[in-house]
T-cell receptor, first 115, second 112 residues
């Protein structure tokens, strides 16, 4: 499945580093999402972009900064992270048609470890 | 607000046996319900979804789920488990047009 790609697949960073996660969707969708998947916790929605405008920010700490330059690309900029931010970060995309029945298509994720 | 409860964080069945993964939801509006599967080191893949109409929904890989409004349930079943079904399964409900609310997940193990 290559509809949604994410790079890098693995990332190890120190608490003082700055890094970025990249997501690209090849499905022609108009909405993109960042999720955090931690052990023993449900997937947490972090950010939603619809038509390149941020429409949802679920009280995510400011050390996570999203960027959506166009409908195909989504970035998550990381700085001064904490060890508890270690998780699998998943990107998804969907074609919004209204009503909430749209299927979200997920990338393989970036496994982030913060030392 | 919508929420999802998956009963059983781990389910183990023998190869060829029935698979039953339980999901209950709460929703103040008619729900849209989803089952996703996650294989090791991969993202989530849609198995099936219920929007409107027929309450028995068939998905990929022989899975199906039945929407039961009276029981607020959307349990996932497969008549005969295969080794390749070993994965983590997530039930989700929509909350608003763009927000999926996920359950905790159920890890399915298949015994030979």
């Amino acid at each position: 499945e290559t509809g949604v790609t994410q790079t890098p697949r693995h990332l190890v960073m120190g608490m003082t580093n700055k890094k970025s996660l990249k997501c690209e969707q090849h499905l022609g969708h108009n909405a993109m999402y960042w999720y955090k998947q931690s052990a023993k916790k449900p997937l947490e929605l972090m950010f939603v972009y619809s038509l390149e405008e941020r429409v949802e920010n679920n009280s995510v700490p400011s050390r996570f900064s999203p960027e959506c330059p166009n409908s195909s690309h989504l970035f998550l900029h990381l700085h001064t992270l904490q060890p508890e931010d270690s998780a699998l970060y998943l990107c998804a995309s969907s074609q919004l048609r209204g009503g909430g029945a749209d299927t979200q298509y997920f990338g393989p994720g970036t496994r982030l470890t913060v030392l | 607000a919508q929420s999802v409860t998956q009963l059983g964080s781990h389910v183990s069945v023998s190869e060829g046996a029935l698979v039953l993964l339980r999901c209950n939801y709460s929703s103040s509006v008619p729900p849209y319900l989803f089952w996703y599967v996650q294989y090791p080191n991969q993202g989530l893949q849609l198995l099936l979804k219920y929007t409107t109409g027929a309450t028995l929904v068939k998905g990929i890989n022989g899975f199906e789920a039945e929407f039961k409004k009276s029981e607020t349930s959307f349990h996932l079943t497969k008549p005969s488990a295969h080794m390749s079904d070993a994965a983590e399964y997530f039930c989700a409900v929509t909350q608003g047009a763009q927000k999926l609310v996920f359950g905790q997940g159920t890890r399915l193990t298949i015994n030979p």
